[in-house]
């Protein structure tokens, strides 16, 4: 069976994540595939709302997708597949943080003029509407990126990725009213340019387009391999 008719029957089946795990564990490899192909834009957005970096952000997902896969058999079901495997890019990515910092400053976000609105399905007829849309998205994006980077965390995850509190709290490792505090601040410090415009856009920001999807898969699925 081809990936795409793996996809497609996962979807009609209604897969859950830890029958699909179940099943890669005894040894359907390939199903891990529905697995990347769920969270590919979830991981993105995390791993660049810390690094501010496309290219780490793409190296972070691969690296939390081969470590979630060497640990899937400890995988023990307390919380949610999808919080487990967002914790491992969310740790990834702050450890490259960190070792980071330890030899230069915080880089400040690309500025190779890509716009990640660009690949966003526009939702009306209107080509000038759609433009403003864009250009409000791009500036959202924008002004989420300079936020210090706890506040930038649990904005992506709250309002970018629509993470409820508790979920956020255990990714992150914080208490649920430290994540409400957090978000609180974070809207306080959009607010006054840009969240009361473009707060319906917010969704469309930090969009994960679909060769860097099918460039991590195929990368996963190598790295995975040479594994055996």
């Known amino acids: 069976m081809g990936s795409t008719a793996i996809l497609v029957q996962a979807t009609q089946e209604g897969w859950t ?26 991981l993105y957005r ?17 690296d939390a997708y081969v470590r979630a896969y060497q640990h899937l ?18 740790n990834e990515a702050l450890g490259r943080v960190r070792r980071r910092t330890r030899f230069q400053p915080l880089e400040t976000p690309d500025e190779s ?17 759609s433009a403003y849309d864009r250009e409000l998205g791009g500036l959202l994006e924008q002004a989420v990126l300079q936020l210090p980077e706890d506040y930038r965390i649990v904005f ?14 255990e990714c992150l ?9 957090r978000l609180h601040r974070a809207r306080a410090m959009l607010r006054r340019e840009l969240y009361e415009q473009v707060g319906a856009a917010t969704a469309g920001a930090f969009q994960f387009h679909a060769v ?12 995975i391999a040479a594994l055996h």
């Open 113 to 129: 003029g890509e716009n990640l609105m660009s690949t966003a399905e526009s939702t009306t007829p209107s080509p000038e509407r």
């Open 156 to 169: 992506t995850m709250r309002e970018v990725e629509e993470m409820n509190t508790a979920e956020t709290a």
């Open 173 to 181: 490792g914080l208490t649920e009213e430290n994540v409400k505090v």
């Open 73 to 90: 058999s400890e995988f023990e079901g307390r919380a949610k597949f999808a919080t487990w495997l967002t914790r491992i890019a969310v």
């Open 212 to 223: 860097r999807c099918d460039r991590v898969v195929n990368q996963v699925f190598r790295t």
């Open 46 to 62: 995390m791993a660049r709302a810390i690094l501010r970096d496309d290219g780490e952000a793409e190296d972070v997902m691969q």
């Open 17 to 42: 994540d830890e029958q699909v795990v179940e099943r890669v564990l005894s040894g359907e490899t390939p199903l891990y595939e529905v697995i990347m192909r769920r969270y590919n834009q979830r």
